[in-house]
């Protein structure tokens, strides 16, 4: 079993080199930025002056986080067929990365993936870059072949 971190790795060099997607990988929460330099105290405790929360990886309005936003997003280049030929478009693509062994999909992850895949994007969960590249190949049954 290969831990998620290792996994990821993988998953997202074979989305780019086989399966033509651009990804970038989006950290999830909530964290703390404020200006000047921190302090930090004899007890290991950091400062932060004017300190204000912020959303990591996709953020709402409200300042919250996308709740199961996928671990890796981006991009998949298709290209139009038959009105716009030799257009490119860019699908937003979306994959959620678990160990070898499986791991769970909550359900903020599951309904990301829904929307994402209602709204026309790219999503799926792999824990393999076998099946990263199956996800991205049943959008695009055309590259099948060449894969």
Known sequence: MAAESSTQRAIWLAAAT???SILFRANSGKAWVGHGKPQRLADGSVVLHGARPIALG???VSGDPVAGQGDLLGWTTIIITPDMVGCRMAVFT????????????????????EMVQRAGGIAGVANSPEAAVQI????RPQLAAML
């Not at 991205?136 to 959008?139: A, E, G, N, P, S």
């Open 18 to 20: 086989l399966a033509g």
């Open 58 to 60: 996709l953020g709402q």
């Open 136 to 139: 991205v190949k049943r959008y």
């Open 94 to 113: 979306s994959i959620e990365c678990k160990r070898t062994d499986g791991g769970r999909t909550s359900k903020d992850q599951q309904h990301w993936l």
